[in-house]
Every structure is written in C-alpha cells, then in structure tokens.
C-alpha cells in the first residue's frame, strides 16, 4: 500500500486573468481526494490583462 499527501501549485492565464490555484491532495488505495482548494487572481501581481492576452493569444 503507497499512500502520500502532497500539496500543489499552479498558476494560469484564462479569461484574460492570470490565475493561481493551489490544493491539498491525498492518495490512498489507488484514489486521489482533494481536501482542500483555492484559486486567487493574481493579476496585479504578474502584470497587466492585455500583456496576458499578448502572451495567450487562446484566452
């Protein structure tokens, strides 16, 4: 039997946003559950919405 518990990060651009998502996520018996997630705009952060749709023509 393996089991972890693992925390993870991401960070996205959609919509026009940059978006960071983070959650806690646990394996046991072959199965993920997340205990807990959030997901925060971080525009200000990264820079301006029209740079993000210049690097992400797709959004």
């Known amino acids: 039997m ?5 925390h993870l990060i991401t960070k996205y651009g959609e ?3 940059w ?3 983070a ?4 394996d046991l018996f ?3 559950w997340c205990l807990w997630r959030r ?3 971080i525009d200000g952060v990264l820079g301006h919405a029209s740079e993000i ?3 992400h023509p797709s959004t």
């Not at 393996?2 to 693992?6: D, K, N, P, Q």
């Open 19 to 21: 978006w960071a998502e």
């Open 53 to 55: 749709a210049r690097a």
């Open 39 to 41: 997901r925060i705009c």
């Open 2 to 6: 393996t089991a972890s518990v693992r």
């Open 15 to 17: 919509g026009g946003h």
């Open 30 to 32: 072959g199965a993920s």
């Open 23 to 26: 959650w806690v996520q646990v």
